[in-house]
């Protein structure tokens, strides 16, 4: 009997151990790439790419942080009117302007994201928080995936390109 329980002692801890070491390996993945590299390794960002190129924020994205990006996906570049995008690309200090405005300075976590009803952005504007049918909402924006973790910051993902404020 002291046997099987000692060998059930040692095949628990074992487990533990198993757990604990690939719950580290997972915590390091994640959080070992920048937002600009994590973002761009998950393939559905190439348009937020190509702008953060175009607006010469690579290297800031890419920096200390900690940031946290509101990032829309291709598809939510692509909800906006033909040639917008293009015009974008063209206007660098519109598009510097509105992709800043995706970007919170520090670390925001879902579980601190929902207790805000606004967040003041890079760009200077705030940003709408609220929770609307179990979903947060990002001004008009559904955050669709929270906390990608990066090693500077945080992503969450948005199936819409939000505008900041005309002045």
């Not at 929770?131 to 906390?147: E, H, L, Q, R, W």
């Amino acid at each position: 009997m002291n046997t099987f329980r000692l060998t059930a002692i040692t095949l628990v801890i074992f487990a533990v151990s198993l757990i604990s070491v690939n719950a580290q390996d997972y915590t390091k993945k994640v959080t070992t790439k920048d937002i600009v590299t994590t973002a761009v390794d998950a393939g559905v960002f190439k348009t937020l790419a190509t702008a953060l190129t175009e607006a010469g924020l690579i290297e800031t994205l890419q920096g200390k942080g900690p940031f946290t990006v509101f990032a829309p996906t291709d598809d939510a570049f692509a909800k906006l009117p033909k040639g917008t995008v293009e015009g974008l690309l063209n206007d660098k200090e519109a598009l510097k302007k509105i992709l800043l405005y995706h970007v919170v300075s520090g670390n925001v976590m879902s579980t601190d994201v929902v207790k805000l009803t606004e967040a003041a952005t890079v760009e200077g504007s705030k940003i709408k928080i609220k929770v609307k049918d179990g979903k947060v909402m990002i001004n008009d924006a559904k955050v669709t995936t929270a906390d990608v973790k990066a090693s500077n910051g945080v992503i969450h993902i948005i199936d819409t390109v939000i505008l900041p404020p005309t002045k």
